[in-house]
């Protein structure tokens, strides 16, 4: 099953992609709703932009300190492939919400 170790490193399969707005699409909006979260060890990232021909989002990071910015999906699933394991991991189980309410 050479097809299910890509699908789990796969951070944002084409349905998950498919409900985050556009990069710039929120950006006037002053509490944008977190579509997608994912996480690793000390890293928390909420994404409310998605550009999937360039694996580029932008939304919300916590870790040391909180704050907005973009970041490369391509990036996280290149060092899950490298590491052979979920060092970054998706939350299947997380639900939209405005990122006031997600955010610790």
Same mark, same amino acid.
């Given at each position: 099953?050479? +097809?299910? $170790?890509?699908?789990?490193? *796969?951070?944002?399969?084409? !349905?998950? =992609?498919?409900?985050?707005?556009?990069?710039?699409?929120? $950006?006037?909006?002053?509490?944008?709703? =977190?579509?997608?979260? @994912?996480? !690793?060890?000390?890293?928390?990232w &909420?994404?409310?932009? &998605?550009?999937? =021909?360039? !694996?580029?989002? /932008?939304? @919300?990071? *916590? +870790?040391?300190?909180d704050?907005? +910015?973009? /970041?490369?999906?391509? %990036?996280? $699933?290149? @060092?899950?492939?490298?590491?052979? /394991? +979920?060092?970054? %991991?998706?939350?299947?189980h997380? %639900?939209?919400?405005?990122?006031?309410?997600?955010?610790?």
């Open positions: 099953m050479a +097809g299910k $170790e890509t699908d789990m490193q *796969e951070l944002m399969p084409k !349905g998950v =992609a498919e409900t985050v707005p556009p990069l710039y699409a929120t $950006e006037h909006e002053d509490d944008p709703v =977190a579509r997608v979260k @994912l996480f !690793g060890r000390a890293w928390t &909420y994404v409310t932009e &998605y550009d999937p =021909a360039t !694996g580029e989002a /932008f939304g @919300l990071v *916590e +870790g040391l300190a704050e907005w +910015g973009y /970041f490369s999906i391509r %990036e996280m $699933e290149a @060092l899950n492939r490298a590491k052979g /394991f +979920g060092v970054i %991991e998706r939350d299947e997380f %639900e939209p919400a405005p990122v006031r309410e997600v955010r610790r």
